[in-house]
């Protein structure tokens, strides 16, 4: 029984240290044509592969969707590349998207 606690602590632990850590913020702002919603994106340098661009510079691209739901129905999507800088080490991305939430129609 400890061998097998062991190996499940190594696999999460395994699992952990792949993962992608980023964090995603937000903030809604109300106009009169509707909801502007802007998105902050942090992403973790250490936590994505950085492929080689030169013999200088390397560069890790991470791909985002976005999903905006309204009960149980997509209302809108996105999806989109984030590239990070071009530099010699890893280093922490961030990215702010903004888009324009459509007041519903009453009918």
Do not use: N
Not at 28 to 51: D, N
Not at 63 to 88: H, N
Request: charged fraction near 20%; avoid cysteine.
């Amino acid at each position: 029984m400890k061998r097998y606690g062991l190996w499940m602590v190594l696999l999460l632990w395994f699992q952990a240290s792949w993962a992608l850590e980023a964090t995603v913020d937000y903030a809604v702002f109300q106009q009169p044509s509707g909801a502007y919603l802007e998105i902050y994106l942090h992403i973790v340098g250490r936590s994505v592969k950085y492929v080689p661009i030169d013999t200088l510079h390397q560069q890790a691209t991470v791909e985002v969707v976005l999903l905006f739901k309204q009960q149980d129905q997509i209302v809108k999507a996105d999806k989109f590349r984030l590239s990070s800088p071009l530099s010699a080490q890893a280093i922490d991305f961030i990215d702010l998207k903004d888009t324009h939430l459509h007041r519903p129609t009453t009918t």
